[in-house]
């Protein structure tokens, strides 16, 4: 009560010693940056993590398998939002009665740290051949070991508990014996094989990369038009037009693909320019719907169709470089039907070079049998080596570069370019910017290039049973998703990718362990070697495989070395991060298999969650998890992208620092995490402004708790109406927030308990109990209950806000319980479903509606300077409605409106009243309160003065007077 000098003075009497004022030392402003960490350090002295094990030992248990972040950097505010989320569901679980561990992991291996390596060494002026294999494989250990501690610290920072003494790690010893034994399954079942398949092929990293470790940016390419000349059938003589953006795959075609859909035409040159490619009298074969286009690219301004044309009757065609003068491209180029050509780009006709594209390889893969028996040779040329240089295997190019080392094209596009205009096969050239695959890491764009690689079928019988593919499809079926769309997207991925490459070739990872026999090209089987390899690695670890003298050691003394070719390449990394459910989840007594849920970003559908998919199908025939919940991106606040150039970043130690870890978990929690996120200085205020609301109602209540005195509660029934209402709100909170936790729909967890704290409460019943709180008697059975009241919504709104904003609930519980007490060991409350009233809720609502209209004109007349405290009012209450007269009638109106006095009347209103257009049939008459100001309350009542013995207060007030004057003789 702010006016209580003003109010002693005007009396001539202190009262405010009187008044059971909020007592509490929780502070009104946070302080957060330098709180929290004092609160993690009584976390991590009082051992919580353990503490939490210990109250859960024998309950359900609840597990979220954490999704392995990599091991080579400073979180960024995408990470903080992750780990976020997952504590929150941890922590939530744990108070929801389950046994919810969180184990904490780390990806270590593979290409990323790697480079990170190469980098140093360059920088030093080295390379990284100047070191043997397993030296680098220690620098990279070296620099996972460093990070994960720098990331662990930052992790704890955000408030997210778990047994971060013993995490995982992709790079343990026996994770990666497991890793390693995992491989070895798919290739006892006949899975793994070694192929030959166009992939994507970074020439800077040397290494084949998987769709997740590619982002596509805007690159220019060199595009061509080129005649292949037919060979045989009606069309012999005319040459059929491709279109490509990639010249230099030229040497590698192999075959012209069509679709029998399309409507093709056979065209003829009636005029151009001398010095044109295309000349008058050549005859082309193109698609209707793209002859003009590809005639005004080439330059031709007269032509004619002469008839329609078949690409089914054409055998075969001579392929462009045939007559260049080169040598080696003297073999026919079939024509294959073709699912994937369309009309809507380049001739109607794709040029196939399947050992550059999937789409090509699987259209030559599709034919190859037919072809074979037309004489074909169907092996698929290595044209390009890993150096992005061209091989013998294309003749008259070897040595010339796709892209160098550094990223930058080479002189490839331009040497085959000018091969087809000496051999007179190109029509027309040009540029195109379009989206094109990058490497994520160097940034730099890939190729698509045929390679022996390692790979695991999709479509394969699992020893006589059902395929990867099959099982995959329908482990996704059996598969809960948050929300449901992730189903579908992941299921998408999963029908339509290709067979899964693992071969990395690198040196920092877990290696693909297995031995081929040099002659028969066949893997080695044999279970005493397998089980030699896994208790190697366990012992040793991985790098055992890269020491010298491996090959014989591993082998034993069964098998000759000089016979088998040992395998150097090192696994994809996504296989060690699907394998973690293998070595984590099956090897720990304090998890279990499958896990509850996986939770990542919407890009893991490509990633973890469809890698931990195949692998655990491959091996045991379902998924490792029973739930899978995707969060989006986070954005810049004008949702563009963040970049260090615009300047928009925001990165959680900046949030942290500023305003502490609870204002970035509000943020988290009062967004819709499914879709992308956005986060800026506003948006960040505006989370602040949210939370000091709630903190002031959290102080609030503490002040107001200090009279609290558990022997004088007032038992449910003997409450007041408005106690009764208030508990009937708690119990539809309860059902609320117990249903938005259980499906993870944190933000509306969050605002159902903000709304309730800041409008129900705050606005509401905090306001009017007030007086009853400050000023009643010590015996009055309304303060008492209200005390009552509050302690229950206390226990209950900390709980609920604890896995939410960890912190300021361990901070508030803390203040009211003292050190030894953590909110954090509750469990969430036990809210009596019989405290719900429906009937008492319906009542009340139109009783807060009367109260709105009364809050309304009271406004006005402060606003127009007539009125200053609310209590300095007793206004008419106009009502035409008779039940909700009655209903009125039943309650203290004044208290409910916080004024001196109302005066309610049936029936209409005089017209100037005040009037809310959404509630009918209630007006307000403005009037003052007469009688005299009671010193201790600062009501205005003519019964001031009733007490002879408290000439200047209310008779409520000197009956409290009297009571606190007793109890001081008393005490």
């Known amino acids: 009560m702010s006016e209580t000098d003003t109010a002693v003075k005007e009396a001539g009497r202190d009262y405010s010693k009187t008044l059971f004022l909020p007592k509490t030392e929780f502070p009104m402003r946070a302080g957060l940056p330098k709180k929290e960490p004092e609160i993690i350090a009584r976390w991590e002295n009082m051992d919580l993590y353990a503490r939490h094990r210990q109250a859960a030992k024998g309950r359900e248990k609840f597990i979220l398998h954490d999704g392995p972040p990599y091991?080579?950097?400073?979180?960024?505010?995408?990470?903080?939002?992750?780990?976020?989320?997952?504590?929150?569901?941890?922590?939530?679980?744990?108070?929801?009665?389950?046994?919810?561990?969180?184990?904490?992991?780390?990806d270590c291996h593979g290409l990323p740290i790697e480079w990170k390596i190469e980098e140093e060494l360059r920088a030093k002026g080295k390379s990284k051949d100047s070191v043997d294999k397993v030296t680098l494989r220690k620098m990279c250990r070296d620099f996972a070991t460093h990070w994960m501690a720098v990331q662990t610290d930052e992790f704890k920072r955000l408030g997210v508990v778990g047994d971060f003494k013993n995490p995982y790690t992709t790079m343990s010893f026996s994770a990666e014996a497991i890793i390693a034994g995992e491989l070895l399954k798919f290739a006892r079942s006949g899975q793994l094989y070694r192929g030959s398949k166009p992939v994507m092929w970074s020439v800077v990293e040397k290494t084949a990369l998987a769709e997740a470790e590619v982002e596509y940016q805007d690159y220019e390419s060199d595009t061509v038009w080129v005649k292949f000349p037919v060979l045989d059938g009606p069309l012999a003589g005319a040459s059929v037009v491709i279109?490509?953006?990639?010249?230099?795959?030229?040497?590698?075609?192999?075959?012209?693909?069509?679709?029998?859909?399309?409507?093709?035409?056979?065209?003829?040159?009636?005029?151009?320019?001398?010095?044109?490619?295309?000349?008058?009298?050549?005859?082309?074969?193109?698609?209707?719907?793209?002859?003009?286009?590809t005639f005004e690219k080439a330059r031709v301004s007269g032509y004619r169709r002469l008839s329609d044309a078949d690409p089914s009757s054409i055998s075969a065609c001579a392929h462009p470089l045939r007559e260049a003068g080169l040598g080696g491209y003297?073999?026919?180029?079939?024509?294959?039907?073709?699912?994937?050509?369309?009309?809507?780009?380049?001739?109607?006709?794709?040029?196939?070079?399947?050992?550059?594209?999937?789409?090509?390889?699987?259209?030559?893969?599709?034919?190859?049998?037919?072809?074979?028996?037309?004489?074909?040779?169907?092996?698929?040329?290595?044209?390009?080596?890993?150096?992005?240089?061209?091989?013998k295997d294309a003749p008259g190019f070897t040595g010339i570069r796709v892209i160098d080392d550094k990223g930058k094209k080479g002189e490839a596009n331009k040497a085959v370019i000018e091969a087809l205009v000496a051999a007179g096969m190109l029509l027309a050239r040009g540029r195109l910017k379009h989206q094109y695959p990058h490497s994520w890491r160097s940034?730099?764009?890939?190729?698509?290039?045929?390679?022996?690689?390692?790979?695991?079928?999709?479509?394969?019988?699992?020893?006589?049973?059902?395929?990867?593919?099959?099982?995959?499809?329908?482990?996704?079926?059996?598969?809960?998703?948050?929300?449901?769309?992730?189903?579908?997207?992941?299921?998408?991925?999963?029908?339509?990718?290709?067979?899964?490459?693992?071969?990395?070739?690198?040196?920092?990872?877990?290696?693909?362990?297995?031995?081929?026999?040099?002659q028969t090209g066949e893997l080695l089987s044999d279970a005493a070697v397998d089980a030699r390899i896994v208790n190697i690695f366990a012992e040793e670890g991985a790098d055992a495989w890269f020491a010298e003298g491996a090959k014989a050691r591993f082998l034993g003394n069964d098998y000759d070395p000089e016979e088998w070719e040992k395998v150097d390449d090192i696994l994809d990394v996504w296989f060690d991060s699907g394998s973690t459910h293998a070595f984590v989840l099956k090897?720990?007594?304090?998890?279990?298999?499958?896990?509850?849920?996986?939770?990542?970003?919407?890009?893991?559908?490509?990633?973890?969650?469809?890698?931990?998919?195949?692998?655990?199908?491959?091996?045991?025939?379902?998924?490792?998890?029973?739930?899978?919940?995707?969060?989006?991106?986070?954005?810049?606040?004008?949702?563009?992208?963040m970049s260090k150039s615009l300047g928009n970043q925001v990165t959680p130690q900046q949030v942290i620092e500023q305003s502490g870890a609870d204002i970035l978990r509000l943020w988290v929690v009062s967004c819709d995490y499914a879709e992308d996120l956005r986060i800026g200085p506003e948006i960040l205020k505006t989370n602040a402004d949210a939370y000091r609301k709630l903190r002031?109602?959290?102080?609030?209540?503490?002040?107001?708790?200090?009279?609290?005195?558990?022997?004088?509660?007032?038992?449910?029934?003997?409450?007041?109406?408005?106690?009764?209402?208030?508990?009937?709100?708690?119990?539809?909170?309860?059902?609320?927030?117990?249903?938005?936790?259980?499906?993870?729909?944190?933000?509306?967890?969050?605002?159902?308990?903000?709304?309730?704290?800041?409008?129900?409460?705050?606005?509401?019943?905090?306001?009017?109990?007030?007086?009853?709180?400050?000023?009643?008697?010590?015996?009055?059975?309304?303060?008492?209950?209200?005390?009552?009241?509050?302690?229950?919504?206390?226990?209950?709104?900390?709980?609920?806000?604890?896995?939410?904003?960890?912190?300021?609930?361990?901070?508030?519980?803390?203040?009211?319980?003292?050190?030894?007490a953590s909110v954090h060991l509750e469990l969430f409350p036990e809210v009596p479903g019989a405290w719900r009233d429906e009937k008492l809720e319906a009542r009340w609502e139109e009783i807060w509606n009367v109260r709105r209209v009364l809050m309304g004109a009271l406004e006005v007349e402060?606003?127009?300077?007539?009125?200053?405290?609310?209590?300095?009012?007793?206004?008419?209450?106009?009502?035409?409605?008779?039940?909700?007269?009655?209903?009125?009638?039943?309650?203290?109106?004044?208290?409910?409106?916080?004024?001196?006095?109302?005066?309610?009347?049936?029936?209409?209103?005089?017209?100037?009243?005040?009037?809310?257009?959404?509630?009918?049939?209630?007006?307000?008459?403005?009037?003052?309160?007469?009688?005299?100001?009671?010193?201790?309350s600062w009501k205005i009542s003519p019964?001031?003065?009733?007490?002879?013995?408290?000439?200047?207060?209310?008779?409520?007030?000197?009956?409290?007077?009297?009571?606190?004057?007793r109890a001081e003789r008393v005490g």
Request: aromatic share 10%; hydrophobic share 40%.
């Open 587 to 641: 090897q720990r007594e304090d998890l279990k298999w499958p896990a509850d849920l996986y939770l990542e970003g919407s890009d893991q559908h490509r990633g973890w969650f469809h890698s931990s998919l195949l692998e655990s199908c491959g091996t045991t025939g379902r998924a490792p998890y029973e739930a899978v919940l995707t969060h989006g991106f986070v954005m810049a606040e004008d949702g563009r992208k």
């Open 330 to 391: 003297d073999f026919d180029v079939p024509m294959l039907e073709g699912e994937h050509v369309a009309d809507d780009a380049g001739t109607g006709f794709v040029h196939t070079a399947p050992g550059h594209g999937r789409e090509d390889f699987e259209a030559w893969m599709e034919n190859a049998h037919a072809l074979r028996g037309r004489g074909i040779d169907t092996a698929i040329p290595y044209t390009v080596d890993a150096d992005g240089a061209f091989t």
């Open 71 to 106: 091991a080579n950097g400073h979180i960024h505010i995408g990470t903080g939002l992750n780990k976020i989320l997952k504590d929150v569901i941890v922590r939530s679980r744990q108070m929801m009665g389950f046994d919810a561990n969180y184990v904490p992991g780390w």
């Open 443 to 518: 940034k730099k764009p890939v190729i698509f290039r045929n390679t022996p690689q390692w790979f695991v079928y999709m479509d394969e019988p699992i020893e006589g049973t059902d395929t990867l593919r099959q099982r995959a499809l329908a482990a996704i079926e059996a598969t809960r998703f948050y929300p449901p769309a992730g189903k579908n997207r992941l299921r998408g991925m999963i029908e339509h990718r290709p067979d899964w490459v693992l071969s990395r070739q690198r040196a920092w990872g877990v290696p693909i362990a297995v031995f081929v026999n040099k």
């Open 696 to 820: 002031n109602t959290i102080r609030w209540m503490l002040g107001t708790l200090a009279h609290y005195r558990p022997d004088e509660e007032v038992a449910f029934d003997d409450m007041p109406e408005l106690e009764r209402l208030i508990l009937s709100g708690l119990a539809r909170l309860d059902e609320t927030v117990g249903r938005a936790y259980e499906a993870y729909d944190f933000k509306r967890a969050f605002f159902a308990i903000f709304n309730f704290m800041t409008i129900d409460l705050s606005a509401e019943y905090f306001d009017i109990r007030k007086d009853a709180l400050y000023c009643d008697p010590i015996s009055s059975e309304r303060r008492r209950a209200a005390l009552t009241v509050i302690d229950r919504l206390f226990k209950a709104l900390v709980k609920w806000l604890a896995p939410l904003l960890p912190f300021t609930a361990e901070e508030a519980w803390t203040s009211r319980y003292g050190d030894k």
């Open 243 to 293: 279109w490509t953006t990639t010249p230099w795959t030229i040497p590698g075609n192999r075959a012209i693909a069509y679709a029998a859909r399309i409507a093709y035409g056979l065209y003829e040159v009636t005029e151009a320019p001398e010095d044109n490619w295309a000349k008058p009298g050549d005859r082309l074969v193109l698609a209707d719907a793209l002859a003009a286009e």
């Open 943 to 965: 019964d001031v003065g009733a007490d002879p013995d408290y000439p200047d207060l209310t008779p409520r007030d000197a009956a409290a007077m009297r009571e606190y004057e």
């Open 862 to 936: 402060r606003r127009d300077k007539r009125l200053g405290s609310s209590l300095e009012a007793a206004p008419i209450v106009y009502v035409e409605d008779e039940a909700l007269s009655k209903t009125l009638d039943e309650i203290d109106l004044a208290e409910i409106a916080i004024t001196s006095a109302v005066e309610l009347r049936k029936g209409e209103a005089p017209h100037q009243a005040f009037r809310l257009p959404e509630v009918k049939g209630v007006a307000v008459m403005p009037a003052m309160a007469r009688g005299r100001k009671c010193a201790r």
